[in-house]
């Protein structure tokens, strides 16, 4: 179990609770099992094989990715492409920690 602080009003609460026991805010299901962190991480350091995306549960672009991460560099142009595109996916992760939706879609 993590502790985890509410999004509404701040208060620490477990991030298996359905709603904040405090204000009743309900968690979604994109805060408890996804984390912004973790995309970022995977982006930063995995990203060109699109990692991230499938983390994210985007299984197309992150098999484009993965594509241009591998056989991609035969042809350069691709390769050199994802990186650009994993990088911008990472500095977009970073400015999303107050908004996860924005990465794994509502829910
Ligand atoms: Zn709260």
Redesign the pocket.
Known sequence: MVMVY??????K?SDKAK???????QVRSSDMDKSVLVYVLLACFLGFWGVHKFYAGKTGQGTAMLLMGTIGWLLILPGIAVWIWAFVDFVIGLCSFDEPERIFGKK
């Open positions: 509410c999004r509404e009003c701040g208060a609460h709603a904040c026991p405090k204000c009743g805010y």
